[in-house]
């Protein structure tokens, strides 16, 4: 099936469609799911709600940009939403913390392994503003705006993360030598 069959089959809520469509896509938004979640089960908790909501409004694709962009947008923002209703950010106001944006806290020689653990680890608030702000280049203001936060918090919960991060990565480096 070419991939116009396959989002058509989809909008007619065809069920080989949509296994098609898992298999085809499930590979590339399975490790976005992972980033944002807290360990490997509830990362394909969020994939299967993901593709619930890809299946739920596949009609409002218009064929204009990339499908897979799209679907990988529908994934984060699926996660996003499970983690606001459950109250993820109500955190009180935290101030302002120096962004430490120029130290390489995470570089080379780190076992992929160690560093996706270390940052699963992070508490939600600090794993997602980390994971959306590193790893996926938004901005504060585009964080702030998802998450219902404030830029300060957003720079602040990513500052914390990368304290937690460094710590560590030190750590790990002492019981490596």
């Not at 116009?4 to 499930?26: F, H, M, T, V, W």
């Not at 694709?61 to 996660?79: A, D, H």
């Not at 120096?98 to 608030?125: H, Y």
Request: charged fraction near 30%.
């Amino acid at each position: 099936m070419t991939l116009d069959e396959l989002i058509q089959g989809c909008k007619k809520k065809d069920i080989r469609a949509q296994g098609e469509l898992y298999k085809r896509y499930s590979n590339a938004l399975f490790p976005i799911c992972l980033r944002y979640s807290p360990n490997s089960t509830e990362a394909e908790d969020n994939l299967q709600d993901a593709f619930m909501t890809i299946f739920d409004k596949i009609g409002q694709f218009k064929g204009k940009g990339s499908f897979e962009g799209w679907i990988k947008r529908i994934t984060v923002n699926t996660v996003l939403q499970k983690y606001r209703k459950q109250k993820v950010f109500d955190i009180k106001d935290e101030g302002q913390i120096e962004d430490t944006a120029d130290e390489d806290i995470i570089d080379e020689g780190l076992p992929l392994d160690f560093l996706l653990k270390i940052i699963q680890e992070l508490p939600d608030q600090y794993r997602l503003v980390f994971t959306m702000y590193v790893m996926d280049g938004y901005s504060h203001k585009e964080i702030g705006n998802l998450l219902g936060i404030s830029d300060g918090t957003s720079k602040s919960n990513l500052a914390r993360a990368r304290g937690i991060l460094k710590t560590k990565v030190i750590d790990y480096r002492k019981t490596d030598l």
